[in-house]
Nanobody, 122 residues
Framework: HVQLVESGGDSVQAGGSLRLSCAAS????????MGWFRQAPGKEREGVAT???????NYAESVKGRFTISRDNSKNTVYLQMNNLKLEDTAMYYC?????????????????WGQGTQVTVS
């Protein structure tokens, strides 16, 4: 049974920073692609950042240069460091796992999802 548990969401002023964490259970975690997605009210869920099993990261254009995704396989945890937050970053942020080493941007390709953590920028 795989569980993803996010934490770190909060309310922050524009220009501020937050670090989201996602703790994963499951012995195959190190072989999986991990991704962060977000969904704002009235909008579709969108991919924010992904990191494959070798640590290669990809980012949505809207967050490039501001967000950094990383993974600590010793802790089965993936992080999203968010700097210079903007109003448009306000959303529920979800951690997701894809049961392959490589990543995609399609949320339907991810088998496991966390419950979400709210980020509000004002």
């Amino acid at each position: 049974h795989v569980q993803l548990v996010e934490s770190g969401g909060d309310s922050v002023q524009a220009g501020g920073s937050l670090r989201l964490s996602c703790a994963a259970s499951g012995r195959n975690y190190v072989k999986w692609c991990m991704g962060w997605f977000r969904q704002a009210p009235g909008k579709e869920r969108e991919g924010v950042a992904t990191v494959d099993s070798t640590g290669n990261a990809n980012y949505a254009e809207s967050v490039k240069g501001r967000f950094t995704i990383s993974r600590d396989n010793s802790k089965n945890t993936v992080y999203l460091q968010m700097n210079n937050l903007k109003l448009e970053d306000t959303a529920m942020y979800y951690c997701a796992a894809r049961r392959t080493p490589s990543c995609t941007w399609g949320d339907r390709d991810y088998a496991y999802w966390g419950q979400g953590t709210q980020v509000t920028v004002s």
